[in-house]
């Protein structure tokens, strides 16, 4: 049973910092890559980052150099500073199992299990 549960979304002002966390409740010792998502009313759900079975990490043009990927056991974070009106959306954390590369920024239907969402609203 795979469960993932995301934390730390909440309204800032423009310019301003949240971190989001994603915990990843999984069967011990199973390989897999948790990558984050997000998505803006009547938008579709577009991926945003994602670290890689060896660390490495790759971001969504729009959030490249204001938003940071990092792990640390069975936590995932977002760091994102300098968060604009156009970063308002539900955040999600996203699961595959198996080991994954950051060679293509995430795509949502290559994720098997999902959290439940975090919601981020930057004003201006």
């Known amino acids: 049973q795979v469960q993932l549960v995301e934390s730390g979304g909440g309204s800032v002002q423009a310019g301003g910092s949240l971190r989001l966390s994603c915990a990843a409740s999984v069967v011990s010792d199973t390989i897999y890559c948790v990558a984050w998502f997000r998505q803006a009313p009547g938008k579709e759900r577009e991926g945003v980052a994602l670290i890689d079975s060896y660390g490495a990490t790759i971001y969504a043009e729009s959030v490249k150099g204001r938003f940071t990927n990092s792990k640390d056991n069975a936590k995932n974070y977002l760091q994102m500073n300098s968060l604009n009106t156009e970063d308002t959306a539900m955040y999600y954390c996203?699961?595959?199992?198996?080991?994954?590369?950051?060679?293509?920024?995430?795509?949502?239907?290559?994720?098997?299990?999902w959290g439940q969402g975090t919601q981020v609203t930057v004003s201006s």
């Open positions: 996203a699961l595959r199992p198996g080991v994954c590369f950051a060679d293509v920024v995430p795509r949502p239907a290559d994720f098997r299990y």
